[in-house]
């Protein structure tokens, strides 16, 4: 029997509860039943709350202070309270600020900060885990609240697994926002169905299965509504388009561009979680103009794991390496969660694989300057335009700096390029690894020769072109 392939859609039910549970929203919602209480109470006991009835001197046997006689300031709490009382204010400043470094630093990511955590999205290990950082701290004082935010967001990792929280976090000044430069997010493919019901497959790690729950749905009568429908490919889209600078009021009479969510962002990890390979539809075209044209080459490094190793995988594959600058570096590798009847299981660490990006470039910048030359020894004016660099260079975005401390190369300079490579998915440890420029894979003092630019070189027109294999893992 053939598997059904679900339809690609946003689910409605879900998209009008994140509209409902905004933080915003609900904050205004908080607001406005603290007020009803508080009139209630100033009612109850005969108290107008109206301020309009109380400018002007006493009125209705209520009496306005005239001056701030009896009111505690810090000159009259210094005179009475000796200086030596307290503990944390007779530290030194820099005492202070290292302990609260350390106490709003976590030992974990954090998940979807600023928003409300759902379950489905973490494993059993995350959901149990308690607070991981101190925030009473920000609510001590001023000073505090000042240095603790900074600490906060830019000494912690964080990790978004929907899109909601992506736009939540817009609500955090650009000032804290510049300061984080790495962050993960968890791209969950959800599933709706007519019925409640799941699906054991295969997953993109070899051995293992994974299970794929479809949440049930009312079987309505518009026809939009029914049948199987996935959230996959989409779900990448509202990522990526949640990612683009936000609507900031104090640019609007600044002519500078707006700057993006994470302005200073240098490298991203993306998670894909319920994506198997051969069952999915094509993926929307939505991916390329996301991540090529308005986000592209604006990352030094790119981690995908769990995208499928095939047609649909490849492509957007493709389209998100767009993101990273050339020399960067893209690296690619198997599920790092699989689903269960409990939830998400994280898979045991694995190897990865790496490439880097258009580092073509700087050979054929230099086999063009060569071809060049001996066009004029021949006496020609008409050298061949090079449409495909020119392409990729209109963005006039730097190339990613070479890294110092690496290693000396056996071959010929600017033939290869070093990059440092974590050794397996998870680990922090990174070893010096040696690439190609001209194909972007590895390099091993065994190989015969890395210097094979002359495929740059079209044999039909001359031109310099791009290998045909650059990204292929």
Known sequence: MQRPVPFEDRDQL??????????????????????????????????????????????????????????????????????????????????????????????????????????????????????????????????????????????????????????????????????????????????YDDSKRSRTMRSNVPGKKTVIKAAPRVNENPLSRKGYKSYTWLQIV?????????????????????????????????????????????????????????????????MLTGLPSEERGLRVLNDLTGMVRDDGMVLKSTDTYLGDNL????????????????????????LEEELELLHEADGLDDFPSHHRVLHHNAANVPAVPQEPGHPESTWARKKTIWKRVPSTRDSQRRDWVEFSRTWGTRVSPDDEDVDDSDVLICDGCGEVHEPLSDYDF
């Open 14 to 191: 879900d998209e009008a509860e994140a509209w409902y549970n905004d933080p915003l929203r609900t904050r205004n919602r908080q607001l406005e039943d603290e007020n009803v209480q508080l009139k209630r109470l100033l009612r109850e006991n005969g108290i107008s709350w109206s301020p309009s009835l109380i400018l002007d001197g006493p009125r209705h046997g209520v009496k306005r202070p005239s001056s701030n006689k009896g009111r505690l300031t810090r000159s009259s709490v210094s005179k009475v309270v000796p200086q030596h009382v307290g503990r944390m204010p007779t530290l030194p400043v820099e005492i202070q600020l290292k302990v609260m470094e350390l106490a709003l630093t976590s030992d974990h990511p954090i998940l979807d900060p600023l928003s409300k955590r759902i379950r489905d999205n973490m494993t059993l290990e995350e959901s149990v885990r308690s607070n991981q950082v101190a925030i009473g701290f920000l609510a001590t004082c001023r000073a505090y609240n000042v240095e603790g935010t900074q600490f906060l967001w830019k000494n912690n990792h964080f990790v978004f697994t929907s899109h909601h929280t992506l736009r939540n976090f817009a609500n955090i000044g650009v000032q804290h926002r510049q300061n984080i430069k790495s962050i993960t997010l968890r791209i969950i493919g959800k599933y």
């Open 238 to 302: 509202d990522f990526l388009d949640a990612l683009r600078p936000p609507f900031d009021p104090s640019h609007l009479k600044k002519k500078q561009p707006r700057p993006r969510l994470f302005p200073q962002l240098e490298s991203m990890r993306i998670d894909f979680v319920h994506f198997p390979a051969n069952y999915l539809s094509q993926p929307e075209l939505d991916i390329h103009r996301l991540a090529v044209h308005d986000l592209g080459c604006s990352l030094n490094e790119l």
């Open 343 to 366: 939830g998400l299981l994280r898979t045991p660490d694995c190897t990865i694989d790496a490439r880097v990006v258009r580092a073509w470039k700087a050979v054929a910048k230099d």
